[in-house]
């Protein structure tokens, strides 16, 4: 099993960044993907980025895409979001999941992923 922790959310200017981590822990010597997700209140969950493990491929969703970075330190078995020029439409609880997986990640589906961290809180507002 994996267990997840998230750091670095916060509250943030609008156009400023944030770096979101995602540290991973329990059985992390198989290779696994990490997605991020978040939920804005009232709204269901939305998948934002993904990477897998062997060669580190990253896909992102339309909204976010060149603005937000997805990489890994596998030494570390963490997974960064780092996050810039930030609207308020990005505030949101913001969540790092996990499957085994060597190859490839599944951006949006939350049925694929079978471990998730706690949650931090992105708030974008001036």
């Not at 939920?39 to 976010?64: F, K, L, W």
């Not at 330190?73 to 960064?80: L, R």
């Amino acid at each position: 099993q994996l267990q997840l922790v998230e750091s670095g959310g916060g509250l943030v200017q609008p156009g400023g960044s944030l770096r979101l981590s995602c540290a991973a822990s329990g059985r992390t010597s198989e290779y696994y993907a990490v997605g991020w997700f978040r939920q804005a209140p009232g709204r269901g969950y939305e998948g934002v980025a993904c990477i897998s493990q062997n060669d580190h491929s990253t896909y992102y969703r339309d909204s976010v895409e060149g603005r937000f970075t997805i990489s890994r330190d596998s030494a570390k078995n963490t997974v960064f979001l780092q996050m810039n020029s930030l609207t308020p439409e990005d505030t949101a609880a913001y969540y790092c999941a996990a499957a085994y997986s060597e190859s490839m990640c599944v951006i949006g589906s939350r049925g694929w992923y079978d471990y998730w961290g706690q949650g931090t809180w992105v708030t974008v507002s001036s």
